[in-house]
């Protein structure tokens, strides 16, 4: 049994987030994270913290996770002025998984948590040694599911501090992201370099999505075993 999971429950209708809040409220998760509704949606921080409310509102006793992703969502209310407040309308709002480039709105936010009241857990991976040169406390990303032992290995450098090192594994992770994009990477993409790495099949992703190709896994393999990490790690 895992000691802490966050299940996301978010969706793009309220009652349907709800009854999710509730079932993962029901089988003891750690917490519950949600993303804010694409299709319809929300335009200012008023109608983003009220979307939001409810659902917390369904799980009252469950820490409460918001997930900002506005490369996917489109919904771009900075993350500064929805902190604004928020614990008095949601009581159990515990933090932000903050998942954007902007690290000005990543650092102001920190900034103001000068009491270290919320946790801000980065995840955009192949930025992640310079969100936690602003505060971060943590990150949740599809990368640390095949380079976890790297990332681990840069966040005992960071905290050393050995910074050096660190740059090290980050520009490593960075150079192995940077040659799989370019092919084009997904989520397809992710589960075939997951089940190389890991020897567990994690199968075929849903359509609209398709699989990988043989060619991408050929080429996403030999680049991720051509990359010499730091001590033989």
Request: hydrophobic share 45%; charged share 20%; aromatic share 10%.
């Amino acid at each position: 049994r895992l000691d802490h999971v966050i299940i996301h429950v978010g969706a793009l209708n309220l009652p349907e987030c709800q009854e999710l809040a509730r079932h993962a409220a029901a089988i003891g998760a750690g917490g519950i994270a949600v993303i804010a509704p694409f299709f319809f949606k929300p335009t200012n921080k008023d109608e983003l913290v009220a979307f939001l409310q409810k659902v917390a509102l369904e799980a009252p006793e469950v820490p409460f996770y918001y997930y900002h992703i506005p490369p996917l969502t489109g919904v771009k209310i900075r993350v500064e002025e929805l902190l604004d407040g928020i614990k008095a309308q949601i009581p159990t709002f515990q933090g932000v998984k903050f998942s954007d480039t902007d690290l000005l709105d990543l650092a102001q936010c920190i900034n103001k948590n000068d009491t270290g009241e919320f946790e801000f857990l980065y995840g955009v991976d192949e930025q992640l040694l310079s969100a936690l040169a602003v505060g971060a406390n943590g990150a949740v990303g599809s990368t640390y599911n095949y380079l976890g032992r790297q990332t681990n290995l840069m966040l005992q450098a960071f905290a050393k501090p050995d910074f050096a090192l660190a740059q090290q594994y980050q520009f490593l992770t960075g150079e192995f992201l940077n040659f799989v994009i370019k092919l084009g990477f997904g989520v397809a993409q992710t589960k075939a370099v997951m089940t190389f790495v890991s020897g567990i099949p994690m199968g075929p992703p849903r359509l609209p999505l398709v699989d990988a190709s043989s060619e991408f896994i050929a080429k996403a393999k030999a680049k991720l075993d051509s990359i010499v990490w730091p001590h033989g790690n």
